[in-house]
Each structure stands twice: as C-alpha cells, then as structure tokens.
C-alpha cells in the first residue's frame, strides 16, 4: 500500500503459471479486463522432470491496483487458464518466506537422504538373512 497526502493506493500482485500456448491470449484478456491499468511479466519456465519440453509452460506475475471488483475479475480470469495461481506473500515478509522454503528444502533432502541410507542397509541384512554373503 502506498500513501501520499491521506491518499492511497492498494496495489494487489497475482502470480502463476500457465501454458506457454496460452500466454498471449492471457495477456491480452488480464489487459483489456484492467482497462491496460496493469503490468504482467511473463517467462518460459523449463520444467526438469520434462527434458524434452512436451509441456511447455510460462511462469507470471501481475501487479494492478486494487479494488474489490478488479481483484475478483484478475483472479476469476487467472483461475480460468489451465494453470496454477499462486498467493504471494506480503513484501516485507518475502525474505523470512523464501529462508522457510531454503530450510524446508535442505529438511527434505536430510529425510531422503536417511531413508535411502536406511532402506540400503535394510535390503543388506535381508540379504545376510538367506546366508549370502
């Protein structure tokens, strides 16, 4: 929210992802619906787990001015699109947000890493069981 002399001005942010085929028809329709009040950036995102690129999918953000009506309309019209939209968090709070994530990740990775190690010896001792060596 910005503030200036008693005035304000809420600016609302959207952000998601939806097919690359899609963008441009996306991007037009969030336009003509914000009467062009709105400013989307869009990027090609390569998914890892699909090398050969069969789903090809862009990553957006949108950021507009906020208002009862035109947030409904944005978010009706992001959850139209064969995709997914994402809340985004509060600026000041981005930085706490993205070290939660940076620490729910390395967490993650420690418990696979444990259970990869756990199963492999398991699978050992079932081996020793049947007298192999």
Do not use: W
């Amino acid at each position: 929210m910005i503030s200036k002399d008693a005035k304000t001005i809420n600016i609302e942010r959207a952000a998601g992802v939806v097919s690359s085929n899609e963008i441009e028809r996306f991007r037009r329709l969030i336009f003509r619906s914000t009467k062009g009040k709105s400013y989307m950036y869009s990027e090609q995102y390569t998914d890892p787990d699909d090398p050969e690129n069969k789903n090809p999918r862009s990553v957006y953000i949108i950021t507009f001015y906020d208002g009862a009506h035109t947030r409904e309309k944005m978010f009706k019209i992001c959850d139209s699109f064969t995709g997914q939209r994402y809340e985004l968090p509060e600026i000041s709070q981005l930085n706490t947000q993205i070290q939660r994530m940076y620490q729910s990740i390395q967490n993650q990775r420690v418990v696979y890493d444990r259970t990869k190690q756990q199963l492999r010896m398991q699978l050992m001792e079932f081996d020793n069981i049947q007298g192999n060596p």
